[in-house]
């Protein structure tokens, strides 16, 4: 394959793909496919963009979801946080949900650095909502909506300072974001159901935790298109969490190059089990100070016959996210891997590389690419080409920036694709399977 048409073929595997929901009968186990959101057969498509264009744009959201992350960091260390952790805008991946009875359909931003899932509600006044292509879900008009009274252990789940109670003991929450939007709205119960409504098949959870948002400012990157958020995160209000039992702690994720003609897999339960020869695991981590979010241990990095080792702090020192495009690194870090990689390919980086990519050499016919291997505790991950390099005009850029002096690592989501990713909370582990994704 052309070199350059291969790093296209992955490049824009920014956060936000839709997700429609193929269940089986079992409860134990369901899966959901994804369609990344610059995919043509996404709704939120743009068809005017270019592929650079696309590019420049998923980096650019990326540095905006690290620097959410990074408010999180400040938490763990006890330090003043000017807002929640919680960035409204960058969602890259939706999934399609039913709530109620009878349900409603909703878009929502699939998110695994968030815990609540919530959605606008009515009555919502035009200057109180952002702008949605649906009407808002009525909960007078489902008969299984019931408020969460204040008084619950639902209600107690949420953070301190992000509820209170309303004039009938019921529990409203208040979420303040990163960009300064925020939602504000009642906890409450209804059924939410995943599967394809016209056809019958679905799985139905009717006792779901969600935020009914009377009250939502900010701006939301996907075209009015999407209604909220789902959360996938660890902590305690989540989807996956508030599934437990029922899918087994346990769910996967397979991500397809972003110019695949078939589509991403979310998998839950007995149908997120990955197996077999080459599977890599890796202690999961979630940390008391930050519970939304899913850590993992780097040791170091292999690039061609050299290593780089990560010094210090490397329990939980960098988190797995889906939700972030580009990879970043500790500084000190990071420049250790750069130097290496320079010296293994025998590459000089181009003076002002496109904002906010960081290295970036130009594009020449049979590049000496590197062996590459994350060595995680307990895992040593190869990586391809294709989970370190994207593709700019006639430039070849690394897919991962330094994040700031003494912020948080992420592995985002260009790193894991054509990996099968299992992500067990019971068994406190995250697996790694080197996968071609688009025949899983």
């Known amino acids: 394959m052309n070199a350059l048409v291969f790093f296209f073929c992955f490049a824009l595997f920014s956060p936000s793909i839709v997700c429609i929901a193929k269940a089986n009968e079992n409860l134990s186990g369901f899966s959901i496919d994804l369609i990344h959101r610059d995919s043509p057969l996404s709704p939120l498509y743009n068809s005017s963009m270019t592929p650079s264009q696309l590019i420049k744009n998923a980096a650019m959201r990326s540095v905006t979801r690290f620097n959410r992350f990074q408010l999180s960091s400040m938490n763990e260390k006890h330090e003043p946080i000017p807002e929640s952790i919680i960035i409204l805008d960058n969602g890259e991946y939706l999934m399609r949900i039913y709530i109620g009875t009878p349900p409603v359909e909703r878009l929502v931003v699939a998110d695994t650095g968030s815990d609540l899932t919530w959605v606008q509600c009515a009555p919502c006044k035009k200057t109180k909502c952002f702008p949605q292509n649906t009407p808002l879900f009525n909960p007078t008009k489902s008969s299984t909506f019931r408020s969460v009274p204040c008084d619950s252990k639902h ?32 906890l409450a119960i209804d059924s939410i159901k995943f599967g394809n409504n016209s056809r019958g098949k679905s799985v139905k959870f009717p006792k779901s935790i969600f935020g009914c948002g009377h009250n939502n400012i900010g701006t939301f990157a996907t075209g009015h298109k999407a209604t909220g958020i789902a959360g996938l995160g660890a902590g305690p209000l989540s989807l996956v969490s508030q599934l437990g039992h029922e899918i087994g702690h346990k769910f996967s994720y397979c991500l397809v190059p972003f110019s695949s003609t078939t589509n991403s897999k979310l998998k839950f339960g007995n149908h997120a089990n990955i197996s077999g020869n ?8 979630i940390k008391s100070s930050s519970p939304t979010f899913y850590y993992l ?68 016919n049979n590049i000496n690419f590197s062996n590459f291997i994350f060595h995680f505790k307990g895992a040593n991950v190869p990586m391809n080409p294709k989970n370190l390099f994207i593709s ?10 330094p994040n700031i002096q003494d912020g948080i690592s992420i592995l985002g989501n260009v790193a894991q694709i054509d990996f099968q990713i299992e992500y067990d909370l019971e068994g406190k582990k995250v697996s790694f399977l080197p996968t071609d994704c688009t025949k899983n």
């Open 392 to 401: 700019y005009n006639n430039l070849i850029c690394l897919a991962v920036l």
């Open 155 to 186: 209600c107690t789940r949420l953070q301190e300072d992000w509820h209170e109670c309303g004039n009938s003991g019921e529990c409203k929450y208040s979420y303040m974001y990163g960009d300064n939007s925020f939602t504000n709205g009642n």
């Open 297 to 364: 241990c780097l040791k170091g990095i292999t690039v061609g016959n050299e290593s780089v080792k990560q010094i210090g702090h490397t329990h939980g020192n960098i988190i797995i996210d889906s939700g972030t495009t580009l990879t970043f690194l500790e500084p000190s870090f990071y420049n250790d891997f750069v130097t290496l990689v320079k010296k293994a390919m025998g590459v000089e980086p181009v003076q002002n590389p496109p904002k906010p990519l960081n290295f970036c050499f130009r594009y020449v």
């Open 278 to 285: 080459g599977v890599l695991s890796t202690p999961l981590i």
